[in-house]
């Protein structure tokens, strides 16, 4: 069974921290994806992984940053969180055996004061 | 316009009832197409996949693509209250695009 799991469920910051969300995911997947959803808006990507250390940009990477040192972790970075950047982040993988499906995590809701 | 376009809803029906969700996409180029549910404050969890035109039976869900209208579509049958959720549609080629998801409400 694919388990994807993400640091935290909810997480209240101040404007001007900086906001780590990890993900762990156990299925040896090559790929990770970072999202952000928001109603009206459904799924965006954020920033994708092929590979440890690799990294690539998605529709919406400004103001966020990635780190990816081991394959089955995948970091999300708010460098300098905003108010804009209250969301619901989820995190999902897929590799070799899971074709292009993906498999999401629980979601984090991040709200920014 | 959007690649994907998803109904937002609600869509509400009593229980029993067949539901219809659709998508339309534009791009022809899109060779993947998924179903997600999504209950509230929850990730999306996959329902059902296809890859390329066709239908696909899973239980009380049907998942139909056809691709010269770029138009798919997700059918549940003997709809339960435990179905009430938001379901996405995915599609892609070597990305996946989202369409916004329909928030679906059965009641008993």
């Known amino acids: 069974d694919v388990k994807v799991t993400q640091s935290s469920r909810y997480l209240v910051k101040r404007t001007g921290e900086k906001v780590f969300l990890e993900c762990v995911q156990d299925?040896?997947?090559?790929?990770m994806f970072w999202y952000r959803q928001d109603p009206g808006l459904g799924l965006r990507l954020i920033y994708f992984s092929y590979d440890v250390k690799m990294k690539e940009k998605g529709d919406i990477p400004e103001g966020y940053s990635v780190s990816r040192e081991k394959k089955e972790r995948f970091s999300l970075i708010l460098e300098s969180a905003s108010t804009n950047q209250t969301s619901m982040y989820l995190c999902?993988?897929?590799?070799?055996?899971?074709?292009?499906?993906?498999?999401f995590g629980p979601g984090t809701r991040l709200l920014v004061l | 316009q959007k690649e994907v376009e998803q109904d937002p809803g609600p869509l509400s029906v009593p229980e029993g009832a067949i539901v219809s969700l659709n998508c339309t996409y534009s791009?022809?180029?899109?060779?993947?197409f998924m179903w997600y549910r999504q209950y509230s404050r929850k990730g999306p969890e996959l329902l059902m996949y296809t890859y390329s035109s066709g239908n696909k039976e899973d239980g009380r869900f049907t998942a139909q693509v056809d691709k010269s209208s770029k138009y798919i579509s997700l059918f549940i049958r003997d709809s339960q209250p435990s179905d009430s959720a938001t379901y996405l549609c995915a599609m892609g080629f070597q990305k996946l695009v989202f369409g916004t998801g329909t928030r679906l409400l059965v009641s008993p």
């Open positions: 299925m040896d997947h090559e790929n």
């Open positions: 791009n022809s180029a899109f060779q993947y």
């Open positions: 999902a993988s897929n590799g070799r055996d899971s074709g292009e499906t993906q498999y």
